[in-house]
C-alpha cells in the first residue's frame, strides 16, 4: 500500500477536474430498458442500451464511493450500480468484507447479487461476482476484483475471498470514451524543500494559496525557490539560484472499445480464467502547461544531471464510465534538474506555455504503442551567458496514471534551458608597474530554449484484459529546441 502524504490543505473532494472542472455522468437508469435488481433494499439500475456508447465523465461527489458488481457469462449479469459498499479490504490475504445499507438506516444489510433471472440472492454475495469499487478501508487506489469465495457473514456484511481481474469483465462489449478534469483541490501534496507554494482554484470563486497568486481555473500551481549547491565532483564550486512554478491543467484520457471476440486477442486472466479482451483501449494523461523560471549564478554541476524534485502530488479521480466507478491513480512529482560544466554564469528566465498528451493506444494488430505529443511556444525575459562553458536547466514534472492501483503509464515532461558559450580572455599588466590590468574578451554565446517528452508503458496496462505486455515499452523521446538569443562578449 503507498504511504499517503499528509495533506497540504483540504477542501472536499469533488470528483472532477494530475487534473480538474466537474462534470456530472449520465445516469444509465433513465433508459428505458433498465432492468431492476432488489439488493437489500436499495434498486440496482441496469447499464444502458448496449448499442449506445457509456458515458465517462467525473464521478458526482454522491458517487465517490459507489460500486458496481457484474456476473459475467450469465443472462441479466452485466455490470450495474448497486448499493453495495467495500466495508474493508486487506491487500495481502486478498479478502473483503461486502455490505449494502437499507434506505434509512445506518446498518448494513445482507449483501445480495444479480442472478441470471435478474433477482438477488438473498442474504450473500456470490462466487463469479465481479466488483469495481471506488477507494475504500484498505483499498485506496480503488478496488477491482472478482469473488472466488465466499467465506461468512460477519458483523459488517459478507467476508469473501477475492482474485484480481480486469476491466473487460465489467465492460465487455460496450464502448466508452472520454476526457475527464481533475479537481486541482483534490491533490494530496507533499513539499520535499522548504520555500515550496501550493495554488489552485475552483468553481464557486474557491481559492487557496498564497495572498495575491493567479491560476486560472481548474488549475493548479507549485511555486519554488532554491539554491542550487555544487554537485559532488563537480570541476569548479560555484553559487547559483533556480526559481519559478509550474502551473498545469491535467486531465484523465480514458477509452474502451469492446466487440473483440477473435483467439488473436484472447488473453489470461492472472486467476486463469480467458477474457475475450476490447478491440481498442486507451490510457493517457493530458492538460495545459505553464511555466515561468529563472535561473541565475554559475551553476556548480557536472556532465551527469543531478535531479531536484521539490513537490509530489498524488490524486485518486474516480471516472463514472457508465454504472461502473473506474478509479485513476494520479502522481505528479515537480522537479528541478541541472548539468553543466560548472563554468558558466547565466542570468535567464522564460516563460513557457503550451499542452501536452502522453499515454498508451491499444488496438488489436498493432497492440499497445505509445503517445507522445507536445506543443509549446517561449519567450526569454531576459537572458545573458559570460565565460566559456556550458550548463542546462529543466523545470519538469514526471507523471504517472495508472488504474486501481496499476500504474500503466509513466510521462516525463521536461521544459529546459541550455547556455552555452566560447571564446578567450587576456590580461595584459606593463611589467614592473602597478597599472591594472587591460583585460580584453572575444567570443560568442548562445541560449537555446527546448523540451524533452519521454516515458514508458508498464505490463499493468494489461488490466484493460488486453495481452500482457511482456516489458516495459518506451515512449520514445519527444525533443525540440529553439535558439532564444544569441550574441558576442
Same mark, same amino acid.
Given at each position: 500500500m503507498r504511504k499517503r502524504p499528509s495533506r497540504a490543505f483540504v477542501p472536499a473532494l469533488a470528483a472532477s477536474a494530475l487534473l480538474l472542472a466537474a462534470g456530472c455522468s449520465a445516469d444509465p437508469g433513465q433508459s428505458s430498458a433498465a432492468a431492476r435488481t432488489p439488493d437489500a433494499g436499495a434498486s440496482a439500475t441496469a447499464t444502458a442500451n448496449s448499442d449506445q456508447p457509456l458515458a465517462v465523465a467525473a464521478a458526482p461527489a454522491a458517487a465517490a464511493t459507489s460500486t458496481a458488481v457484474a456476473r459475467p457469462g450469465t443472462a441479466g449479469g452485466k455490470a450495474r450500480k448497486t448499493s453495495l459498499k467495500v466495508k474493508s479490504y486487506d491487500s495481502h490475504t486478498r479478502r473483503a468484507v461486502i455490505s449494502t445499507v437499507s434506505k434509512g438506516t445506518s446498518s448494513p444489510s445482507p449483501t445480495g447479487s444479480p442472478t441470471p433471472a435478474g433477482t438477488a440472492t438473498p442474504g450473500r454475495t456470490a462466487v463469479g461476482d465481479v466488483i469495481a469499487s471506488a477507494p475504500a478501508p484498505g483499498a485506496p487506489d480503488g478496488l477491482l476484483a472478482k469473488v472466488t469465495k465466499v467465506i461468512g457473514e460477519t458483523a459488517d456484511g459478507t467476508e469473501v475471498q477475492?482474485? =484480481?481481474? /480486469?476491466?473487460?469483465?465489467?465492460?465487455? $462489449?460496450? +464502448?466508452?470514451?472520454?476526457?475527464? =478534469?481533475?479537481?486541482?483541490? !483534490? *491533490? +494530496? @501534496? &507533499? #513539499?520535499?524543500? =522548504?520555500?515550496?507554494?501550493? !495554488?489552485?482554484?475552483?468553481?464557486? $470563486?474557491?481559492? !487557496?494559496?498564497? &495572498?495575491?497568486?493567479?491560476?486560472?481555473?481548474?488549475?493548479? #500551481?507549485? +511555486?519554488? %525557490?532554491?539554491? @542550487?549547491? /555544487?554537485?559532488?565532483? %563537480? =570541476?569548479?564550486?560555484? +553559487?547559483?539560484?533556480? !526559481?519559478? *512554478?509550474?502551473?498545469?491543467?491535467? &486531465?484523465?484520457?480514458?477509452s474502451y472499445g469492446g466487440g473483440a471476440s477473435t483467439a488473436s486477442t484472447a488473453s489470461t486472466a492472472s486467476n486463469g480464467s480467458t477474457a475475450s479482451g476490447p478491440g481498442a483501449a486507451y490510457l493517457g494523461v493530458s492538460g495545459d502547461w505553464t511555466s515561468q523560471w529563472a535561473l541565475k549564478g554559475r551553476a556548480g554541476a557536472t556532465a551527469k544531471p543531478v535531479r531536484l524534485p521539490f513537490a509530489k502530488l498524488h490524486a485518486d479521480p474516480v471516472l463514472q464510465v457508465g454504472p461502473i466507478p473506474v478509479v485513476v491513480n494520479l502522481d505528479l512529482t515537480c522537479y528541478f534538474e541541472i548539468s553543466g560544466d560548472g563554468r558558466v554564469t547565466v542570468d535567464v528566465e522564460q516563460d513557457l506555455k503550451g499542452d501536452f498528451k502522453a499515454g498508451g493506444t491499444f488496438g488489436t494488430a498493432a497492440g499497445w504503442t505509445p503517445v507522445n505529443e507536445s506543443h509549446m511556444d517561449s519567450s526569454p525575459v531576459r537572458t545573458s551567458v559570460t565565460t566559456a562553458g556550458s550548463v542546462k536547466a529543466a523545470l519538469g514534472a514526471q507523471a504517472t496514471v495508472g488504474l486501481y492501483g496499476a500504474v500503466g503509464v509513466t510521462a516525463d515532461l521536461a521544459p529546459y534551458l541550455r547556455g552555452e558559450a566560447a571564446g578567450t580572455v587576456t590580461a595584459t599588466t606593463p611589467v614592473g608597474s602597478g597599472t591594472k590590468s587591460d583585460v580584453a574578451a572575444s567570443g560568442s554565446w548562445a541560449l537555446y530554449g527546448g523540451l524533452d517528452l519521454s516515458g514508458t508503458l508498464q505490463i499493468q496496462l494489461a488490466i484493460f484484459g488486453t495481452p500482457v505486455i511482456q516489458h516495459a515499452i518506451p515512449l520514445g523521446t519527444l525533443h525540440r529546441e529553439w535558439k532564444l538569443a544569441d550574441g558576442k562578449m
Open positions: 477475492t482474485a =484480481p481481474t /480486469t476491466l473487460d469483465t465489467l465492460l465487455g $462489449d460496450d +464502448d466508452a470514451k472520454g476526457t475527464v =478534469p481533475v479537481d486541482p483541490a !483534490s *491533490f +494530496d @501534496v &507533499e #513539499r520535499l524543500l =522548504p520555500d515550496v507554494k501550493v !495554488s489552485w482554484a475552483k468553481t464557486g $470563486d474557491i481559492h !487557496s494559496g498564497p &495572498e495575491g497568486t493567479k491560476v486560472p481555473l481548474g488549475s493548479l #500551481r507549485v +511555486d519554488v %525557490a532554491t539554491k @542550487v549547491a /555544487t554537485a559532488e565532483g %563537480a =570541476p569548479a564550486s560555484a +553559487d547559483a539560484s533556480v !526559481s519559478g *512554478f509550474v502551473q498545469v491543467k491535467p &486531465e484523465v484520457d480514458f
